[in-house]
């Protein structure tokens, strides 16, 4: 079945506790990016990656570093968590930006 | 001023209306428009998309786009209690890689 899997699904964690959620697609897609969801103000995007070893900043990418080092793996890592990271991540990869983006189940984050 | 506006609802209205989401938006360099469904703690997944003025049907969904009013819509014809979710409009631009989404309007479709 054709996806993207993030893990984990959820996480409560405290501030300062390095933490990395995972995202991995099957569909062979070059683009992949990683979004946060909040209340009122939607889906704000804060890293991307056109392929492997090619990243980006988002609109939202301070306290995120991402990595590509396999096509079908884009970590997004959180070196220092504080409570206004407290969010809904969604993992989403394409063929091509424009192209259908499929996004992850998402990954609810309490940082306390 | 936010990039994108969007109502956020909650949108009541009974099966078999038709329904119009609008969003406007501020940024002139964008040139593809997508309109998203969410369900409830789901992922968004892409309804339609277009590139720039004009209008898109696809069943019963259309989508229009006035990049003069910088403006866009989506029409819901004869609407059904499972297209009761939130619809998020995104666009980018020609370089389709960084994309701003509105905030989503939630709709309820009432049997």
């Known amino acids: 079945e054709a996806q993207v899997t993030q893990n984990p699904r959820y996480l409560i964690t405290v501030t300062g506790k390095k933490l990395t959620v995972t995202c991995s697609q099957n569909m062979n897609h ?8 909040d209340p009122g103000l939607g889906l704000r995007q804060i ?3 056109m392929n492997v070893e090619v990243t980006d900043k988002g609109d939202v990418p301070e306290g995120y570093k991402v990595s590509r080092k396999e096509k079908r793996n884009f970590p997004l890592i959180l070196e ?3 409570p206004n990271q407290t969010s809904l991540y969604f993992c989403a990869s394409g063929t091509s930006g424009v192209d259908t983006q499929y996004f992850g189940p998402g990954t609810r984050l309490t940082v306390l | 001023q936010k990039e994108v506006e969007q109502d956020p609802g909650p949108l009541s209205v009974p099966e078999g209306a038709i329904v119009s989401l609008n969003c406007t938006y ?5 040139q593809y428009f997508m309109w998203y469904r969410q369900y409830s703690r789901k992922g968004p997944e892409l309804l339609m998309y277009t590139y720039s003025s004009g209008n898109k ?3 019963r969904f259309t989508a229009q786009v006035d990049k003069s009013s910088k403006y866009i819509s989506l029409f819901i014809r004869d609407s059904q209690p499972s297209d009761s979710a939130t619809y998020l409009c995104a666009m980018t631009d020609n370089y389709g890689q960084n994309f701003v ?3 989503g309007t939630r709709l309820s479709v009432l049997p």
């Open chain 2, 26 to 30: 501020s940024n002139s360099a964008f």
């Open chain 2, 57 to 59: 049907e696809d069943g």
């Open chain 1, 80 to 82: 220092s968590p504080s």
């Open chain 1, 47 to 49: 890293y991307y990656s």
């Open chain 2, 101 to 103: 989404f509105g905030p």
């Open chain 1, 30 to 37: 070059e683009y992949m990016s990683w979004y946060r969801q």
